[in-house]
């Protein structure tokens, strides 16, 4: 079975910034779509950065630019490294992965909460 242990997350000051790690067992991440997701209080899962088995990366507009996602020299792993965090940003943040007609398919997991305040 699928499951996905995030973690890297904390409370840090605006402008600052965080790597996020997501392990994943139950399945294979180096020959699919892997991504991360964050949702606020009251606010619906959204999409924040996709990495593709071909290599390519998409990110929400609002990210663009400060996010980077990356895949672990172990094949079950992914990050997202954050930079000049917002308080905007203050989510909890999960991962996921899934073929590219499926993505996202796996079971969400706990996340790793992201909170950026002075």
């Known amino acids: 079975q699928v499951q996905f242990v995030e973690s890297g997350g904390g409370l840090v000051q605006p402008g600052g910034s965080l790597r996020l790690s997501c392990v994943a067992s139950g399945t294979r991440f180096s020959s699919a779509v892997m991504g991360w997701y964050r949702q606020a209080p009251g606010k619906q899962r959204e999409l924040v950065a996709r990495l593709n088995s071909d290599g390519s990366t998409s990110y929400a507009d609002s990210v663009k630019g400060r996010f980077t996602i990356s895949r672990g020299n172990a094949r079950n792993m992914v990050y997202l490294q954050m930079s000049s965090l917002k308080p905007e940003d203050t989510a909890v943040y999960l991962c996921?992965?899934?073929?590219?007609?499926?993505?996202?398919?796996?079971?969400w997991g706990q996340g790793t909460q992201v909170t950026v305040s002075s």
């Open positions: 996921n992965t899934g073929s590219s007609m499926t993505f996202p398919s796996g079971p």
